[in-house]
């Protein structure tokens, strides 16, 4: 098996008991180890709707979702989260960084979740950090960084477990074209160092130019 991302005929609607919005419609999409994917699409076309579904924090209304090779719907919501941690780096539109906790707490989480100890996590999350140019705002709160400070904690927290596959929602949409250049670099550094996939969800044609494929998201499919 070469797939670590496969769904079937998926489709999703969000559904306020009045109201439906069909969102996606029987699309289909393989992501392959180590492949590079853009997906572009106008605003409020299901982009981010679409990532959620691939990391089975939402659950489809029709068709299915495999993860390495698991059927996301056979398996319970605490298997969901464990394969979830095991393979995927997620890197979201909106960062959702912890805000009581500094910069180096926030990016070594994933590994405590993990079981990894503390002053290793901490080693580790404070390296990544410093490999992205945060070396001065190690103990920063989130409040006290700028936006694109915050994206790259993000960042940083999405790949330090390592992931088959880095899910990234408008990654660089914060930052100004050299942060958004080196950030781009870094996630490709990844893909390239471990053979990690990358879906990366953009506006920005450059980046979409640098992946393997490129991928319109337009009623509901991708074209
Ligand atoms: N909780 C919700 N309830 C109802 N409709 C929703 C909900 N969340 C999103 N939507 C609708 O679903 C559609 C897809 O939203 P989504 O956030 O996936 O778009 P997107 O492609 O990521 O857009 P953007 O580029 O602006 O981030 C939108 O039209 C939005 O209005
Ligand atoms: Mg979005």
Do not use: W
């Not at 098996?1 to 008991?17: A, Q, V």
């Not at 901490?122 to 915050?150: F, W």
């Not at 914060?174 to 250049?181: F, G, I, P, V, Y």
Request: charged share 20%.
């Amino acid at each position: 098996m070469n797939e670590i991302i496969k769904c079937t005929d998926l489709s999703y609607s969000y559904n306020d008991g009045t109201l439906e919005t069909p969102v996606l419609n029987s699309l289909n999409l393989q992501v392959d180890k180590a492949q590079t994917i853009a997906i572009v699409g106008q605003s409020g076309c299901g982009k981010s709707t679409l990532l959620n579904l691939l990391g089975g924090i939402s659950r489809p209304c029709g068709g299915k979702v495999m993860l390495n090779g698991i059927d996301l719907a056979q398996i319970n919501e605490e298997n969901i989260t464990n394969l979830r941690a095991q393979h995927l780096g997620f890197i979201y539109q909106f960062h959702h960084l912890l805000k009581d906790f500094s910069a180096v707490d926030n990016v070594a989480m994933p590994l405590l979740i993990s079981g990894v100890d503390t002053q290793t996590a901490n080693e580790k999350a404070a390296q990544l950090l410093t490999d992205i140019g945060l070396q001065n705002r190690l103990n920063y709160r989130p409040t006290e960084l700028s936006g694109g400070q915050r994206q790259r904690v993000a960042i940083a927290r999405a790949l330090i477990g390592n992931p088959n596959c880095l899910l990234a929602d408008e990654p660089t949409g914060n930052l100004d074209a050299k942060n958004a250049e080196e950030t781009l670099e870094l996630m490709i550094a990844l893909n390239q160092k471990q053979k990690s996939a990358l879906i990366v969800v953009t506006h920005d044609m450059k980046i979409a130019a640098k992946m393997d494929s490129f991928l319109t998201l337009e009623n509901g499919k991708l074209v």
